[in-house]
């Protein structure tokens, strides 16, 4: 199974500051996709942003961005003018379609934010 | 965007009992499903890969006729937990594949059960 670490169990941010959730990951594949999901206390698994390995370019959302390094397998999640609604746990995921298209979950980053 | 339903939402049952949890996307065909168990706190662990007309692929560890796994059409796949016991008590997370290049999937509100 592919490994996928968050370093980071929480994480805080005053409202409208910018904060930086990391992601490492382990994979001997060429062909996968990265993405980072929000998940409330709802539990509903809202995807905020997708990455595909191919793509040099890093992928952008609004106000969600990513830092995504390849050579380094580092996928950290930027969010800007953060907003009360986004508190929740964030988890970073890998899937590749080589190895059947399941996701694998990192840890999770919870995420306040101070109003 | 894509739906996808679970039922129930929460369930409680007796230790010994077998509860079944149903998955449907509802606005597509879905050859691939998984299943997943989250624990509190704690993240996603995939526990099986449920195809379409065939049997599902458990993880590893996974105990097969415990978590009974049928995806027998295109929108609905159940998953089965047999004899439950208070430690099978967790959040189960189904997704759903959508054909066509790009793999999209798509996550269904999840089933709470608590075994007691």
């Known amino acids: 199974a592919q490994t996928v670490t968050q370093s980071q169990p929480e994480m805080s941010v005053q409202e409208a500051e910018t904060v930086t959730l990391s992601c490492t990951y382990d994979?001997?594949?060429?062909?996968?996709?990265l993405f980072w999901y929000k998940q409330p206390p709802s539990r509903q698994m809202i995807l905020v942003i997708r990455?595909?390995?191919?793509?040099?370019q890093n992928a952008t959302e609004n106000r969600f961005s990513v830092n995504f390094q390849k050579a380094a397998k580092s996928f950290s999640l930027k969010i800007s003018d953060s907003q009360l609604g986004d508190a929740a746990m964030y988890f970073c995921?890998?899937?590749?379609?080589?190895?059947?298209?399941?996701?694998?979950f990192g840890t999770g980053t919870s995420l306040t934010v101070i109003p | 965007g894509a739906v996808v339903s679970q039922h129930p939402s929460w369930v409680i049952c007796k230790s010994g009992t077998s509860v079944k949890i149903e998955c449907r996307s509802l606005?597509?065909?879905?050859?691939?499903m998984f299943w997943y168990r989250q624990f509190p706190k704690q993240s996603l662990m995939l526990m099986a890969t449920?195809?379409?007309?065939?049997?599902?692929?458990?993880e590893q560890g996974v105990e097969k006729d415990k978590f009974l796994i049928n995806h027998a059409s295109l929108t609905l796949s159940t998953l089965t937990v047999t004899s439950a016991h208070p430690e099978d008590s967790s959040f189960y997370i189904c997704?759903?594949?959508?054909?066509?290049?790009?793999?999209?999937?798509?996550f269904g509100p999840g089933t709470r059960l608590t075994v007691t």
């Open positions: 997704s759903a594949q959508r054909p066509g290049g790009g793999y999209e999937q798509y």
């Open positions: 994979t001997s594949e060429s062909d996968y996709y």
């Open positions: 606005d597509f065909q879905a050859t691939t």
């Open positions: 990455q595909e390995a191919y793509k040099q």
């Open positions: 449920s195809n379409e007309g065939s049997k599902a692929t458990y």
């Open positions: 995921a890998y899937r590749s379609p080589i190895t059947g298209n399941q996701f694998y």
